[in-house]
């Protein structure tokens, strides 16, 4: 739920309960699938390796980001990079790329700000080839 938080009265919760309870599940199931790869490869070294990808994504923001981190959708220049905005819902950030990036950081920076709809577009062409999902 979005908005302000209300009471909810016990049968409301009995719904609910109900209504998501395959999501319920899948969370369940992929929560404790984690923790238990997490324990397997070691709690300190996940926590080094996550502080050092931490890092290097804020390295990258600063190089790339105009801002150096999400703005609103109205203040991206470049159209491809703006994230869908579904109507009625929440306003969606995305990133702006700083001017003046080179050919070779402008591919990979945009790359990296791309909204997930084009990415994962770009993923399925990679994977499936140009003609996947066409007519043609």
Known sequence: ???RA???SPDQMRRLRAWNSLDWALYSHFN???WRHAREFGIP???REAAELRRRREVLAGKCLRGGGPVPAQ???DGNLRPFQPPGGGKILGFAL????GEEERELCGRMALPELPYKDLLERKQFGAKNGSLG
Do not use: Q
Not at 98 to 101: I, P, S, T
């Open 1 to 3: 739920s979005r908005g």
């Open 6 to 8: 209300r009471e909810v």
């Open 32 to 34: 404790r699938s984690f």
């Open 45 to 47: 070294r996940l926590e």
């Open 75 to 77: 203040n991206i220049p």
């Open 98 to 101: 700083k001017e003046g990036l």
